[in-house]
């Protein structure tokens, strides 16, 4: 089945690194993402890996993907208190009709 | 990138009755994706539209209660149907840009915030 899940809630201190974590279940996912949305917004990329990678990096993003263990996690570096939304993780599907399906979101609050 | 304008942005609708959501893309897609976002919650992935062909729902939304019309490739409707204060969520309206390139992106709306009374 599909199922993508993710903690509800993490509160790191400013200038600290967030880890949010995604385990997902489908092993054909081709592309997985991490999207944030802000309150009252839709929601926003922040970055993607592809499935053959184990790694990228963009900025103070960081996306580790164990393929092995179907996890997926998004560290944010130097965490601010504009980092704080609620951020999802996707993986589209390889069913020829790109279907996303997202986790649960985590809500990560900074504290100043 | 796609930029998507839905409309309205929220509402307070009474139980019974219908709301229509709009979104405009700038752009022509060949996809256009409608979520449900229900408080605290994830991305429930209601239905797909293609231009001029009826659109495809997913397990557990129906066309009567969800009415989509797509008549061009830059606009589409979602109208939520007899209303209910369980369908008080967030609706948000997606885009797909890249297929067929090295990364395909969502894009979404910035969602309409409906509550029913």
């Known amino acids: 089945g599909e199922d993508v899940e993710q903690s509800l809630f993490l509160s790191v201190r400013e200038g600290d690194s967030s880890v949010i974590n995604c385990t997902y279940t489908?092993?054909?996912?081709?592309?997985l993402y991490w999207y944030k949305q802000e309150p009252g917004a839709g929601l926003q990329l922040l970055t993607y890996?592809?499935?053959?990678?184990d790694m990228k990096q963009d900025q103070r993003l960081t996306v580790l993907l164990n393929k092995k263990d179907k996890h997926l996690s998004l560290r944010i570096a130097d965490t601010q208190t504009g980092d704080s939304a609620i951020y999802f993780c996707?993986?589209?599907?390889?069913?020829?009709?790109?279907?996303?399906?997202f986790g649960t979101g985590t809500r990560l609050k900074v504290l100043a | 990138s796609a930029v998507i304008s839905q409309k309205p942005s929220r509402d307070i609708c009474q139980r019974g009755t219908s709301l229509t959501i709009q979104c405009q893309v700038d752009?022509?897609?060949?996809?256009m994706f409608w979520y449900r976002q229900q408080p605290g919650q994830s991305l429930t992935l209601i239905a797909t539209?293609?231009?001029?062909?009826?659109?495809?729902?997913e397990s557990g939304f129906v066309i009567d209660k969800f009415p989509i019309s797509r008549p061009n490739l830059t606009f589409s409707t979602l109208t939520v149907s007899n209303m209910s204060p369980e369908d008080s969520s967030i609706y948000l309206c997606s885009v797909e840009s890249g297929v067929g390139t090295d990364t395909p992106e969502a894009f979404f709306g910035q969602g309409t915030r409906l509550t029913v009374v």
């Open positions: 489908d092993s054909s996912s081709t592309y």
């Open positions: 996707a993986e589209s599907m390889t069913s020829g009709t790109y279907k996303y399906i």
């Open positions: 890996i592809f499935s053959n990678m």
């Open positions: 752009s022509q897609v060949t996809m």
């Open positions: 539209a293609n231009q001029g062909s009826e659109a495809t729902y």
